[in-house]
Nanobody
């Protein structure tokens, strides 16, 4: 009913940039919040950045000043601009969307499939 399609991951050298995208589709009335999480090898999944409809943002301390989260409500898409990438940023990045959906009308959290970001030294 609700699908998330992630893109933008790949291999980049340290100091480089990547832009992740996550587009939502399906029986969506509105999107309340969107966020990016990541899970590095041997680590637990952690919040990277989040954004609510009023455009309030939150970032992990490790990415502040380097990453920027944004959203396009018309396209139902959230972006993560990642600059000055470090090898420590290597992880699978997951998009999460909190949306109001129909059939029945309710709030639903949906996770993307994940996209791999690899930062080489």
């Amino acid at each position: 009913q609700v699908q998330l399609v992630e893109s933008g991951g790949g291999l980049v050298q340290a100091g480089g940039s990547l832009r992740l995208s996550c587009a939502a589709s399906g029986s969506i009335v509105s999107i309340n919040d969107m966020g990016w999480y990541r899970q590095a090898p041997g680590k637990q999944r952690e919040l990277v950045a989040s954004i609510t409809r009023p455009s309030n943002t939150d970032y992990a301390d490790s990415v502040k000043g380097r990453f920027t989260i944004s959203r396009d409500n018309a396209k139902k898409t959230v972006y993560l601009q990642m600059n000055s990438l470090k090898p420590e940023d290597t992880a699978v990045y997951y998009c999460k969307v909190g949306a109001v959906v129909t059939g029945p009308l309710r709030n639903l959290e949906v996770w993307g499939q994940g996209t791999l970001v690899t930062v080489s030294s």
